[in-house]
C-alpha cells in the first residue's frame, strides 16, 4: 500500500497467482519509476471530476469521429485509457533494436523457406516444421518480391515480466492491425490532455503512414517510376475497415475491395470511371486464404483471381506478401532465437518466453505434469481463440485438453505463465494497476527496418485479468516513447511526400467502378458459387484478419 | 514392344450453357524431363486465343497459366508434346520399418506422409496397414497393399467423380485410375511409407505402328518411397512400365490437376477430353 494524493491513493502492486508483476510507473517500495515523475505529478495534481470529464469528452469526440468498436452488439467508443504509457528511451532504444534485429531474422527465415531452404540442410530447423505448418502456401512458392521484401509490415507482441524484461508472445507478419488506433489515441490525448505534452518530449508517431507508403512505393515492380498503390480491404463488414480506409486516406491512395480489381494478361488493374489503370503494389489486407480464388478458396467473393500468378510474373507486389504466416505460427516462434543466430550470427537481443515443443516426448511429460501452471495455445490459432490458461482452467477443461495434447501435439505449444506487467489505468472512478501488453510496429522498405515508437499497449480492465483483448473487455493505452536528450523527435512527413501522394491519387472526378454481378463457376465440375449472396461476401469479410485488434492475441 | 518416342495430343474442350465474360485457368500437360523420359517438344494452344504464361510450380511441374476477357462459349486447351523414351534399370530398394520413422524421412518426404482431403486418414484403412505391416519389410507390405487395391476395387468408369476420395471409392468397391491411386496412397500412407501421386498417360497397346494414332486417356498412379522411389501403376496391377508418360506428381490429384480454372458466367455444361498417342519411333 502506498499514500500519494488522491487519485493515487491505495495504489497497490498486483500479484497474479502469487506473482509481483512488474508496475510500469512504480517501483516495489512506491517510488516512481526513473522517467515517470513529471505523470505522477500531474496525475497526483487532478481530482476524480475532472478525470471523468475528460473521459465524456474523449468518449463523445471518438463517437463523433466513428471510432467505435462492437462488444456484445452493441457499439462502443475506443477504450483508450486516459492514462498514458511511458517508456523511457533507453528501454525503447533496446526494444527497438531487438526488434529490428527479430524483423531481420523473420525475413531471412522467408526467403529461405520459399527459396534454397538453407536452414534446413543445414539442420537448424527441421523442414517439417514448414511442410505440416497450414500456413505453408505452396502456391507462393517461386513468387520473388521485387526489393527482397516480404514482411512491410510486422506487429511484434512483447510484454514485460516479472524481471522488468520484455519477452516476445507473438510475430505478426501476415496482416497485423492497430496501427490505426496508435494515431488516433495520439491525436486524442493531445486534444484531452494538452498539458501532459507540455511537460515530456513525447516521440511523434504520425510518420507512420508516410513511412508506409514509402516501403510500399519501393516494394513496387523494378522500372515503375510512379508505382500506383492500393489498400485492399475485405470491405466494410471487417472489424479492420477503420484502419483500412484510415490507412489509404491518410497515404492517399485508393481503398480497393476485390472486385475493384482485375487481372488481365499479367497485369493488375482498377476499375475507374475514367476506364482501367494498372496498380503495382497492393497494401493487401485480405487473408491468403481469400486472396485469389484461382488458387486459394475458390468461394472467396473478397479476393480477385489472377493476384498470384501477376505478382509471380514480377507485375504487381503483394504486401505482405504471401505465406508469410509459415513464419509466425506459434511452433515457428519457438524457433526464432535459433534463426536469429544462424542468419545474422548474432545473439537475440528480446528473449522468447519459455515455450514447450510438445511433439518432444520429454517435454509433453514435463508439460502434462505442471498442466495447472502452464499456458496452453493452439499452434495455428490467432486471436487468442482456444488457448487454455491452466491455473484458471476447471478440471474437466484441463483432462480433454490433456486428451488433446496427446493425439495432436503437433497442434499445441505450452507456455510458462507471464505475470503481465502492469500500470495505472483509470477503472471505476480510481485509478488501479491493470495489466498490459504491447504490439509496436516495424516497416521494412528494403534498405532498413524502422519500428514505430511506442506501439499499441492493450489494456486488460477487468480486476486482476490478463486477457487484453479489445473484444474480451480490453482497452488501450497511448503509449509514449519519452525522447532523451541525445535523441532528436521523430521526423515530420517531408513536403516531398505530398506530391508523390498527389501524382498516386486517381485523376479528378474518377472514381472505382464496379462490375455488374455475374455467377462465377469453377471447373470440374461444381456448380459455381455465386457473387449474389450477400450474406456470404459479408461473412467472409469478417473472416478476415482474426489477429485484428479486435480479436487480439490473448497476452499470458 | 514400346514406342521410343511417343507424340501425345491431349485436348480439352469445356462448353457453357451461357456466355462466360471472363475466365482465370492453369493447365498442367507438359510432360516432365526425367531419367526416363526426355521432353522433346512441346505445343500449347488455347481457344480463344490469349497469351499463356508458364512457371514451374512447387512440385517441379510446367504450368501454363492463362486469362480470357472476351465472351465465349467453348474453351479449347490443346497440348502437343514429344517425349523420348527410354528404360532404366529398376532397382528393388527396401528398408527397415525403424528406418521410415526416422526424422531425416519425416523432413524429406512429410508432405508424402499427411493425409488430404483426397488421402483421408481411415480407422478400417489402418487396421489393414496394420496387419500388412506385418508381412514383412517395407517393400513387400507396399507391394502387398497394392494387390490389395487391385482385390477390394473394380475398374468401372462412371462410378465415381473427380472429387470422390479414396476411401469414397472403396466403400462403392469401383472407381478409375484416380481412385486406384488414391486408395493406394490411404494405406501406403497408414503403414508410413512415403507415397505421391503420379499423373500422365500410358500407351495402351503392344502393337507399335509407327505414325498411326492410338486413342488413349490420361492416366494415374502412384509412386513409394522405401529407400529410393518405386512406381507402380494399381489400376494395371503392374509396375510402371517405360510406356508411361510422366506429367506431375503431387500429394494427390488436386496438386496435378490437368486443368484448373474459374470462370465468370456459365454454367460448364460439356467436357470433352480427347488424348491421341502416336509413335513416332
Given at each position: 500500500m502506498r499514500r500519494m494524493g488522491d487519485l493515487l491513493d491505495g495504489y497497490s502492486l498486483a500479484h497474479p497467482y502469487g506473482r509481483n508483476a512488474w508496475d510500469e510507473m512504480f517501483e516495489d517500495r512506491g517510488s516512481p519509476r526513473p522517467g515517470t515523475k513529471a505523470l505522477c505529478d500531474i496525475l497526483q495534481s487532478l481530482s476524480g471530476a475532472e478525470l471523468e470529464s475528460r473521459a465524456s469528452a474523449r468518449d463523445r469526440?471518438?463517437?463523433?469521429?466513428?471510432?467505435?468498436?462492437?462488444?456484445?452488439?452493441?457499439?462502443?467508443?475506443?477504450?483508450?485509457?486516459?492514462?498514458?504509457?511511458?517508456?523511457?528511451?533507453?528501454?525503447?532504444?533496446?526494444?527497438?533494436?531487438?526488434?529490428?534485429?527479430?524483423?531481420?531474422?523473420?525475413?531471412?527465415?522467408?526467403?529461405?523457406?520459399?527459396?534454397?531452404?538453407?536452414?534446413?540442410?543445414?539442420?537448424?530447423?527441421?523442414?517439417?516444421?514448414?511442410?505440416?505448418?497450414?500456413?505453408?502456401?505452396?502456391?507462393?512458392?517461386?513468387?520473388?518480391?521485387?526489393?527482397?521484401?516480404?514482411?512491410?509490415?510486422?506487429?511484434?507482441?512483447?510484454?514485460?515480466?516479472?524481471?522488468?524484461?520484455?519477452?516476445?508472445?507473438?510475430?505478426?507478419?501476415?496482416?497485423?492491425?492497430?496501427?490505426?488506433?496508435?494515431?488516433?489515441?495520439?491525436?486524442?490525448?493531445?486534444?484531452?490532455?494538452?498539458?501532459?505534452?507540455?511537460?515530456?518530449?513525447?516521440?511523434?508517431?504520425?510518420?507512420?503512414?508516410?513511412?508506409?507508403?514509402e516501403a510500399l512505393r519501393a516494394a513496387a515492380p523494378p522500372g515503375v517510376a510512379d508505382p500506383t498503390v492500393v489498400v485492399m480491404t475485405p470491405g466494410v463488414y471487417n472489424s479492420a475497415f477503420f484502419e483500412h480506409s484510415f490507412l489509404a486516406r491518410q497515404m492517399g491512395v485508393e481503398l480497393v475491395e476485390g472486385r475493384d480489381l482485375l487481372c488481365h494478361s499479367g497485369r493488375v488493374y482498377m476499375r475507374t470511371s475514367d476506364g482501367e489503370r494498372e496498380v503495382h503494389v497492393i497494401y493487401r489486407r485480405v487473408d491468403d486464404e481469400f486472396l485469389d480464388p484461382l488458387h486459394f478458396r475458390s468461394d472467396s467473393l473478397v479476393g480477385c483471381p489472377g493476384l498470384i500468378n501477376v505478382a509471380r510474373s514480377g507485375n504487381v507486389t503483394l504486401a505482405n506478401a504471401v505465406g508469410n504466416g509459415v513464419a509466425d505460427d506459434k511452433l515457428t516462434y519457438t524457433y526464432v532465437p535459433e534463426a536469429i543466430r544462424y542468419y545474422l550470427g548474432e545473439e537475440p537481443i528480446l528473449r522468447n518466453v519459455a515455450t514447450y515443443r510438445l511433439e518432444d516426448p520429454e517435454q509433453l511429460a514435463y508439460t502434462l505434469a505442471r498442466m495447472d501452471e502452464l499456458v496452453f495455445k493452439p499452434v495455428s490459432g490467432s486471436g487468442g481463440y482456444g488457448i487454455v490458461i491452466g491455473p484458471e482452467a476447471t478440471d474437466e477443461q484441463l483432462a480433454s485438453l490433456r486428451q488433446n495434447l496427446t493425439v495432436n501435439p503437433r497442434g499445441w505449444i505450452a507456455q510458462e505463465l507471464v505475470a503481465l506487467s502492469t500500470a495505472p489505468t483509470w477503472v471505476d472512478n480510481r485509478i488501479a494497476p491493470r495489466h498490459l501488453d504491447l504490439r509496436p510496429f516495424a516497416i521494412n522498405d528494403g534498405n532498413g527496418i524502422w519500428v514505430l515508437p511506442g506501439g499499441l499497449t492493450r489494456v486488460a480492465l477487468p480486476e486482476g485479468g490478463l486477457v487484453v483483448n479489445s473484444s474480451q473487455g480490453g482497452g488501450s493505452k497511448d503509449t509514449w516513447v519519452i525522447a532523451g536528450s541525445s535523441r532528436r523527435k521523430a521526423k515530420a512527413p517531408t513536403g516531398g511526400h505530398g506530391r508523390e501522394v498527389a501524382s498516386n491519387a486517381p485523376a479528378p472526378g474518377s472514381s472505382l467502378r464496379r462490375p455488374s454481378g455475374l455467377p462465377v463457376g469453377v471447373f470440374d465440375p461444381e456448380p459455381g458459387p455465386s457473387w449474389e449472396d450477400p450474406d456470404r461476401l459479408h461473412q467472409q469479410e469478417r473472416q478476415q484478419q482474426q489477429a485484428g485488434h479486435g480479436q487480439g492475441p490473448l497476452s499470458c | 514392344m514400346t514406342p521410343r518416342r511417343l507424340k501425345i495430343d491431349h485436348t480439352s474442350r469445356y462448353s457453357y450453357s451461357g456466355v462466360v465474360q471472363s475466365s482465370y485457368n492453369e493447365v498442367r500437360l507438359t510432360p516432365l524431363s526425367t531419367p526416363c523420359q526426355q521432353l522433346l517438344d512441346l505445343r500449347v494452344r488455347v481457344t480463344p486465343q490469349v497469351p499463356l504464361y508458364t512457371y514451374i510450380d512447387y512440385w517441379g511441374t510446367q504450368v501454363h497459366a492463362f486469362d480470357i476477357h472476351s465472351p465465349h462459349d467453348t474453351l479449347t486447351v490443346a497440348s502437343s508434346s514429344v517425349v523420348e523414351m527410354s528404360t532404366v534399370d529398376a532397382s528393388e530398394p527396401d528398408v527397415t520399418w525403424a528406418s521410415l520413422e526416422t526424422d531425416a524421412v519425416s523432413d524429406d518426404f512429410g508432405e508424402f506422409l499427411d493425409y488430404t482431403s483426397y488421402v483421408p486418414s481411415d480407422g478400417r484403412i489402418a487396421g489393414v496397414a496394420g496387419s500388412l505391416s506385418h508381412t514383412g519389410s517395407p517393400g513387400e507390405?507396399?507391394?502387398?497393399?497394392?494387390?490389395?487395391?487391385?482385390?477390394?476395387?473394380?475398374?468401372?468408369?462412371?462410378?465415381?467423380?473427380?472429387?470422390?476420395?479414396?476411401?469414397?471409392?472403396?466403400?462403392?468397391?469401383?472407381?478409375?485410375?484416380?481412385?486406384?491411386?488414391?486408395?493406394?496412397?490411404?494405406?501406403?500412407?497408414?503403414?508410413?511409407?512415403?507415397?505421391?501421386?503420379?499423373?500422365?498417360?500410358?500407351?495402351?497397346?503392344?502393337?507399335?505402328?509407327?505414325?498411326?494414332?492410338?486413342?488413349?486417356?490420361?492416366?494415374?498412379?502412384?509412386?513409394?518411397?522405401?529407400?529410393?522411389?518405386?512406381?507402380?501403376?494399381?489400376?494395371?496391377?503392374?509396375?510402371?512400365?517405360?510406356?508411361?508418360?510422366?506429367?506431375?506428381?503431387?500429394?494427390?490429384?488436386?496438386?496435378?490437376?490437368?486443368?484448373?480454372?474459374?470462370?465468370?458466367?456459365?454454367?460448364t455444361s460439356g467436357m470433352q477430353v480427347d488424348v491421341r498417342l502416336t509413335p513416332l519411333a
Amino acid at each position: 500500500m502506498r499514500r500519494m494524493g488522491d487519485l493515487l491513493d491505495g495504489y497497490s502492486l498486483a500479484h497474479p497467482y502469487g506473482r509481483n508483476a512488474w508496475d510500469e510507473m512504480f517501483e516495489d517500495r512506491g517510488s516512481p519509476r526513473p522517467g515517470t515523475k513529471a505523470l505522477c505529478d500531474i496525475l497526483q495534481s487532478l481530482s476524480g471530476a475532472e478525470l471523468e470529464s475528460r473521459a465524456s469528452a474523449r468518449d463523445r469526440m471518438f463517437r463523433d469521429r466513428g471510432i467505435t468498436f462492437q462488444l456484445s452488439g452493441e457499439e462502443r467508443p475506443f477504450p483508450l485509457d486516459l492514462i498514458p504509457r511511458l517508456i523511457v528511451d533507453e528501454e525503447w532504444q533496446e526494444l527497438e533494436r531487438g526488434i529490428v534485429q527479430r524483423v531481420k531474422a523473420l525475413e531471412a527465415l522467408l526467403a529461405d523457406v520459399y527459396g534454397a531452404g538453407r536452414i534446413f540442410s543445414d539442420g537448424v530447423i527441421p523442414r517439417r516444421l514448414v511442410t505440416s505448418s497450414e500456413h505453408f502456401h505452396r502456391a507462393a512458392w517461386g513468387i520473388e518480391p521485387p526489393n527482397g521484401v516480404r514482411v512491410h509490415v510486422a506487429g511484434i507482441d512483447v510484454v514485460r515480466g516479472e524481471d522488468g524484461h520484455f519477452y516476445v508472445l507473438e510475430d505478426n507478419l501476415r496482416c497485423p492491425s492497430g496501427v490505426s488506433y496508435v494515431i488516433e489515441n495520439r491525436r486524442m490525448m493531445a486534444r484531452i490532455f494538452p498539458e501532459l505534452f507540455a511537460s515530456h518530449r513525447v516521440t511523434a508517431v504520425d510518420g507512420y503512414p508516410a513511412k508506409l507508403l514509402e516501403a510500399l512505393r519501393a516494394a513496387a515492380p523494378p522500372g515503375v517510376a510512379d508505382p500506383t498503390v492500393v489498400v485492399m480491404t475485405p470491405g466494410v463488414y471487417n472489424s479492420a475497415f477503420f484502419e483500412h480506409s484510415f490507412l489509404a486516406r491518410q497515404m492517399g491512395v485508393e481503398l480497393v475491395e476485390g472486385r475493384d480489381l482485375l487481372c488481365h494478361s499479367g497485369r493488375v488493374y482498377m476499375r475507374t470511371s475514367d476506364g482501367e489503370r494498372e496498380v503495382h503494389v497492393i497494401y493487401r489486407r485480405v487473408d491468403d486464404e481469400f486472396l485469389d480464388p484461382l488458387h486459394f478458396r475458390s468461394d472467396s467473393l473478397v479476393g480477385c483471381p489472377g493476384l498470384i500468378n501477376v505478382a509471380r510474373s514480377g507485375n504487381v507486389t503483394l504486401a505482405n506478401a504471401v505465406g508469410n504466416g509459415v513464419a509466425d505460427d506459434k511452433l515457428t516462434y519457438t524457433y526464432v532465437p535459433e534463426a536469429i543466430r544462424y542468419y545474422l550470427g548474432e545473439e537475440p537481443i528480446l528473449r522468447n518466453v519459455a515455450t514447450y515443443r510438445l511433439e518432444d516426448p520429454e517435454q509433453l511429460a514435463y508439460t502434462l505434469a505442471r498442466m495447472d501452471e502452464l499456458v496452453f495455445k493452439p499452434v495455428s490459432g490467432s486471436g487468442g481463440y482456444g488457448i487454455v490458461i491452466g491455473p484458471e482452467a476447471t478440471d474437466e477443461q484441463l483432462a480433454s485438453l490433456r486428451q488433446n495434447l496427446t493425439v495432436n501435439p503437433r497442434g499445441w505449444i505450452a507456455q510458462e505463465l507471464v505475470a503481465l506487467s502492469t500500470a495505472p489505468t483509470w477503472v471505476d472512478n480510481r485509478i488501479a494497476p491493470r495489466h498490459l501488453d504491447l504490439r509496436p510496429f516495424a516497416i521494412n522498405d528494403g534498405n532498413g527496418i524502422w519500428v514505430l515508437p511506442g506501439g499499441l499497449t492493450r489494456v486488460a480492465l477487468p480486476e486482476g485479468g490478463l486477457v487484453v483483448n479489445s473484444s474480451q473487455g480490453g482497452g488501450s493505452k497511448d503509449t509514449w516513447v519519452i525522447a532523451g536528450s541525445s535523441r532528436r523527435k521523430a521526423k515530420a512527413p517531408t513536403g516531398g511526400h505530398g506530391r508523390e501522394v498527389a501524382s498516386n491519387a486517381p485523376a479528378p472526378g474518377s472514381s472505382l467502378r464496379r462490375p455488374s454481378g455475374l455467377p462465377v463457376g469453377v471447373f470440374d465440375p461444381e456448380p459455381g458459387p455465386s457473387w449474389e449472396d450477400p450474406d456470404r461476401l459479408h461473412q467472409q469479410e469478417r473472416q478476415q484478419q482474426q489477429a485484428g485488434h479486435g480479436q487480439g492475441p490473448l497476452s499470458c | 514392344m514400346t514406342p521410343r518416342r511417343l507424340k501425345i495430343d491431349h485436348t480439352s474442350r469445356y462448353s457453357y450453357s451461357g456466355v462466360v465474360q471472363s475466365s482465370y485457368n492453369e493447365v498442367r500437360l507438359t510432360p516432365l524431363s526425367t531419367p526416363c523420359q526426355q521432353l522433346l517438344d512441346l505445343r500449347v494452344r488455347v481457344t480463344p486465343q490469349v497469351p499463356l504464361y508458364t512457371y514451374i510450380d512447387y512440385w517441379g511441374t510446367q504450368v501454363h497459366a492463362f486469362d480470357i476477357h472476351s465472351p465465349h462459349d467453348t474453351l479449347t486447351v490443346a497440348s502437343s508434346s514429344v517425349v523420348e523414351m527410354s528404360t532404366v534399370d529398376a532397382s528393388e530398394p527396401d528398408v527397415t520399418w525403424a528406418s521410415l520413422e526416422t526424422d531425416a524421412v519425416s523432413d524429406d518426404f512429410g508432405e508424402f506422409l499427411d493425409y488430404t482431403s483426397y488421402v483421408p486418414s481411415d480407422g478400417r484403412i489402418a487396421g489393414v496397414a496394420g496387419s500388412l505391416s506385418h508381412t514383412g519389410s517395407p517393400g513387400e507390405a507396399a507391394i502387398a497393399a497394392l494387390s490389395w487395391v487391385g482385390a477390394e476395387l473394380t475398374y468401372k468408369t462412371g462410378a465415381t467423380g473427380v472429387h470422390t476420395s479414396g476411401i469414397q471409392a472403396w466403400e462403392g468397391g469401383e472407381g478409375v485410375c484416380q481412385d486406384f491411386a488414391h486408395l493406394s496412397l490411404c494405406l501406403l500412407r497408414a503403414m508410413k511409407i512415403p507415397a505421391r501421386y503420379c499423373s500422365g498417360y500410358v500407351y495402351p497397346s503392344e502393337d507399335v505402328t509407327v505414325g498411326a494414332a492410338i486413342p488413349a486417356e490420361s492416366h494415374a498412379w502412384v509412386e513409394y518411397w522405401v529407400g529410393d522411389w518405386v512406381a507402380v501403376d494399381p489400376t494395371a496391377g503392374a509396375p510402371v512400365s517405360d510406356r508411361h508418360v510422366l506429367v506431375a506428381r503431387g500429394r494427390d490429384y488436386s496438386d496435378v490437376a490437368p486443368v484448373k480454372g474459374i470462370f465468370n458466367g456459365g454454367p460448364t455444361s460439356g467436357m470433352q477430353v480427347d488424348v491421341r498417342l502416336t509413335p513416332l519411333a
